[in-house]
Every structure is written in structure tokens, then in C-alpha cells.
């Protein structure tokens, strides 16, 4: 079955691995993800202010150009394009004023929104659609002994009205990791901010945010780390390497995507392609567990 | 802090902006310290984000502009799902940085970015940064 598919600028770049693992791991369960024409950035950050349009206005000429396509929904594998897609296209719905002072800027566009197009997270039409328990029946490499942290962040859960699962205390990756045959791990950083963009102007805030975020997880006794964020996998992956220069005793812990844990237990197998876009080295684990 | 507070301050027309921008009834906060209790990085912030929203009742809107908190605060909306009241303390936050990108303060250069190993970062990072930061 085909699912119409935004994938967004990150996952052609740095998160190439992430679209490839959902690919592979989707056609095991007979779905496949098909790309959407024509799509733009979604714009990453949501208009936070009342009199501030543009920051919508790509979200919605992503939505108007899927809906031109007969689109009837998008599915998202990035956290952030899950909320921005999500929240645009609240903002237009139901609102006729709204609706009419965004569609007054797609003059360039062949049509106007009109306002039909859902937004899915891949992790809700896993739990909702394929369901979990078929997922589980079709793991043929079970990732036995694997203690898995899911960690969250804020766009998976926040705003609570855009939230994918309970917004305090999900479980939706933990279902999943646990359908994967590995151990979910519940950790007490799961659902705080990495530091996001102050990686660019503040870094030492995203050091030690992605500093107790881990240490929290490692406590627990966590082997390693799913997110579905290209933000968050970047600021854990990539700053370890200036964590370990502040703290001494900190031990590496690779971060992964949680379709790359899908793909390894599904039979897909390990990229070795994968591997080259992480930092802290993901193979030792799956190699230490037998998974790989 | 020495504070002066007068009737005319509370609502002077920077309260009023950033009532227009934001959305958001500060005189609805009774100062329960839940926002600055499950903030994030309040560590490196100069003022807390309950005292963001006790200076907004006294109209000093000035001392949070000219704070180091507003540019801290990543958005993770954290203080907004926990406000009992229901104020969207982040929505706040980014009417101040907007009062100030609007006037040119606190912009990033992208031409002029101090950033290491710039190729390793991902297009989100970069393009959430410059929607955050420049006007």
C-alpha cells in the first residue's frame, strides 16, 4: 500500500539514513512510502506570534500543492515537519479569515488551499493503521537484550493539542521498541528540550542539555537512544564528542532513528551507508547483541 | 532591582505590543513558579521566566528586552503546557524576541556565523536558527 510522503529537507541530507531505514522497513510490512511532487521546506518553526504569516505560508504551500496532487494525506518521518505541517494546517482550518489571508499569498500556485489534507507521524499510523502486533508478527530478528531509551523531545508532545500520545507520559515508541523485541527503558530526560537551534549561537547550552538528557538515560541503564527528530539526533550524536571533553566519566551511546531499529528487526539488515552518518558509532551495540 | 511602579507604566505601549503579539494576558499569573520549575535552561537565564511575567505586570517591559532570558528560551513549550492558568509563556517569550528583531536588536548575521564544522550541520538546524534569530 502507498502512503503519500513529505519528507522534508533534512531527510535528503543529513538524515538520509532515516528515509532509507523507514523505506526498507515499510516495504517489509507491504507499505511504501511515495514522495510527493513539487514539495518545499515546511519552514521548521511554527508562528508563535498572532500577526506573523509568513512563517505559514511554506507549510501551507506544501499542503495546497499535496491536495493538488489529490493528496489526501501527508505522512511525516521528521518530528519538526510533523508539527509545522500539523499546526499550519490548524491554523487555516475552520478559519475562513485565516484561510483567505494565506491562500492571498499563493497567487504563484495554480490553485488555493482548500483545507483537506491530514498530517500523519509515521509512529501514529504504525500504532493506528498497520498496528504494532503486525509489525511484531513480522520480526524475524527480534532485538533481544537491546535496552532502548525512546526519547521524545518537545515536538512529538507539544503543543498538548498536537501531541502524538499522552503529552506528559507517552509510551507509542516504547510500544513499538518493545514490538521490536528490545527492552524499552522509560528515562527521566525523555521529553526535555535538546537546546534545538542555540546549537548555533549558544552551544554550551545544547552540551549540557544533550549531557543530562544521556546521563539520564544511562543511569537507567539504556544501550541506546531512538528519536525521530534529524534536530535531536544531531545535537545527541554530534555533541557527545564535546561532552566528553566537559565530563570526564561520560561513556558514548549511539543515537539512532527508530526505523533503523525497525529495518535491523525486520530482516532488512544494517547499511553500512547508515553508519557513516552518525558520529558515536552504531554498530558495536548491534554487533555486541548479535543483531547485526 | 529598584523598581518604580506606576499606574501609567503597567500599561504603556510596549505592554500593549506585546499583549497584541503575543495573545497573552500576563495579569492572569499568580506566580506559582511552575514555569521557571520545568524550564530547561533556566540555569542560563538571567531573569526566570515567572519574573519575565511578574516585571510584564509592572509594565517593565524594557528590563526583559535588554534580558539575556528571552534569547535562552529554545521554545519546547514546556512552561506552556504546565501554566495552570493556561498563559502560553512561550508565546510571550517570542513577542519579546519579535519587539526586538523588529528593531534590529539581537539579530544573527548569517554571513557571520561563528560556527565550527558548519558542513556536519543539519539544513534544520541552520534554517530553525535564522527563522528564530534574524528579523
Known sequence: MKLPYYPGCTLKANAKHFEDSAQKALEKLDYQLEEMKDWVCCGTVFSMT????????????????????????????????????KQSKDFVEGDLDNLEKVNNFMYMEEAEYKGQVEIYHLLTLLRDRIKFETVKAEVTNPLKGLKVGAYYGCLLVRP???????????????????SLGAEA??????????????????????????????????RVGCDAIITSCPLCAYNLDFLQKEIEKEYVDFQTIPIFYFTELMAVALGVGWNGEWTKKHDVDPEPILIEKNLI | MYLEISKKDINNELVQKIHEISGQNVFDCYQCGNCSSGCPVVDYMDITPNQVLRLSQYGSIEEILKSETIWVCSTCLQCSTRCPKGIDVAKLMEAFRTVNLRDGVGVVDPDHLEVENKDELPPILLVCAMRKLTG
Open chain 1, 185 to 218: 527503558i522509560d528515562f527521566q530526560f525523555k521529553l526535555e528540550c535538546c537546546g534545538a537551534y542555540q546549537t548555533i549561537t549558544k552551544k554550551n547550552i545544547s552540551v549540557k542539555r544533550a549531557y543530562e538528557i544521556l546521563d539520564s538515560a544511562q
Open chain 1, 50 to 85: 498572532s500577526d506573523d504569516l509568513m512563517l505559514q505560508l511554506s507549510s501551507i504551500r506544501n499542503l495546497l500543492r499535496a491536495e493538488k496532487q489529490d493528496l489526501k494525506e501527508l505522512v511525516t518521518l521528521c518530528s519538526m515537519c510533523y508539527n509545522t505541517l
Open chain 1, 160 to 178: 498538548q493539542k498536537f501531541a502524538i500520545d499522552d503529552f506528559e507520559a507517552p509510551t507509542i515508541m516504547e510500544d513499538l521498541v518493545e
